[in-house]
Each structure stands twice: as structure tokens, then as C-alpha cells.
């Protein structure tokens, strides 16, 4: 009997573990049409619409991914034949070419988790390396890269990862961040006025 008990878990660990994240609790495509066999407009946009809403449920996707697009794309994609959420949704979130990267999202999450290893990191304060800077690069480099090819996969993000980082690590990276700074800070300079005073 445990060995029953033990091999039901065992095949349930393995059926969840073979669910993608972004599939875990969508709703049959089937389920839209309402029972009658016909896949309506109407059904098709409140099919999109949970895909939305799904995509915003999870952490990753929610931040990586422009919710929006991705169901835009979807809805898209479920003009022709009926074909399971989970094979369009698959082909968006690994194709380069789906242009719904959110770079500003990714941009500030990535300097949250930069700023929170590195910030009271002595070993960089000692090479001269300042942590907001080399952070604001990591970030908005992860944020680029991740937004010209965006793709649902964890080796691929490790390897945007640690390559922007390598990079905003060099000498090059950060005095053009620097440079990035300094004009910043002489745009948002307000001029004075010189008022002559009066003879009176």
C-alpha cells in the first residue's frame, strides 16, 4: 500500500513538474466555448483577457513579459484554428522576435536585486566601483539585451545575466555611465536670471 501511495505522489511530482509555470491553472481553450462548439469573437477576447490575467499572477512572466502584448498576441493567434493555449503560449514566450519584452519593468527589478547584493560590497568600493552606477548599467543593460530577443528561458536569462554584468564591470562600462550621468545632470540644470539692480 505505501508503495501504491508512494508512487501516486511520486507520478503527481512529475506530471506538475512537466506543466510549464505559465500553464499552471489555464483554463481549457474549450472552456470558452461556453459548451455549444463555437469559439465566438466575444469567447475569443475573454479568452485573452484570462491570458492577461495569468500572465500577471506570475512574478517572472509579470515583470519579463508586457502582459498587454503577450494577450494582444495571443488573441492574434487564435484568429485561425483551434489550437491548445499551451502550444500559442509556448510559441510567445520562446520567440526572439514577439517584441514583448518590458524593459522598464526588468530594468527596475534588476537594480533592486543589483543594489541589494552589491551596495555595502567593500570589494567594490576598494576597486573603485561604484555600486549605483555599475547597478544602473547592470539594469538597463539586462533590460536591453532580454527586450531585443525576449525568450521564456532560464539558461538564456542566467546568460543575459551574467554577461551584463561582466560587462558593467569593466572600466568602459562604467565611465560611460559615468558620461550618461554627467549630461543627465547638465540637462536638468535650471538657468538663473540676472536682474540688474536698480540705481534707485
Do not use: W
Amino acid at each position: 500500500m505505501k508503495n501504491i501511495i508512494f508512487l501516486m505522489a511520486f507520478f503527481m511530482i512529475v506530471m506538475l513538474m512537466a506543466v510549464p509555470a505559465y500553464a499552471v491553472g489555464v483554463k481549457d481553450s474549450y472552456y470558452y466555448m461556453k459548451d455549444d462548439g463555437i469559439f465566438s469573437e466575444a469567447e475569443k477576447d475573454e479568452e485573452a483577457i484570462y491570458i492577461y490575467q495569468q500572465c500577471k499572477l506570475n512574478a517572472i512572466i509579470g515583470t519579463y513579459f508586457d502582459c498587454g502584448c503577450i494577450a494582444g498576441t495571443f488573441r492574434m493567434q487564435r484568429e485561425g484554428d483551434l489550437v491548445p493555449q499551451d502550444t500559442i503560449l509556448q510559441d510567445i514566450y520562446h520567440d526572439e522576435n514577439s517584441q514583448c519584452g518590458n524593459p522598464a519593468a526588468i530594468a527596475g527589478e534588476e537594480f533592486g536585486y543589483c543594489m541589494e547584493s552589491y551596495q555595502s560590497d567593500t570589494n567594490l568600493a576598494r576597486r573603485g566601483i561604484n555600486a549605483p552606477q555599475m547597478c544602473t548599467c547592470y539594469a538597463n543593460e539586462v533590460a536591453t539585451r532580454f527586450s531585443a530577443k525576449p525568450k521564456m528561458n532560464t539558461k538564456y536569462m542566467s546568460s543575459i545575466k551574467s554577461s551584463a554584468m561582466i560587462y558593467c564591470r569593466s572600466p568602459k562600462a562604467l565611465q560611460a555611465e559615468r558620461d550618461k550621468q554627467i549630461a543627465k545632470d547638465a540637462d536638468t540644470i535650471v538657468p538663473t536670471l540676472n536682474i540688474p539692480e536698480s540705481s534707485n
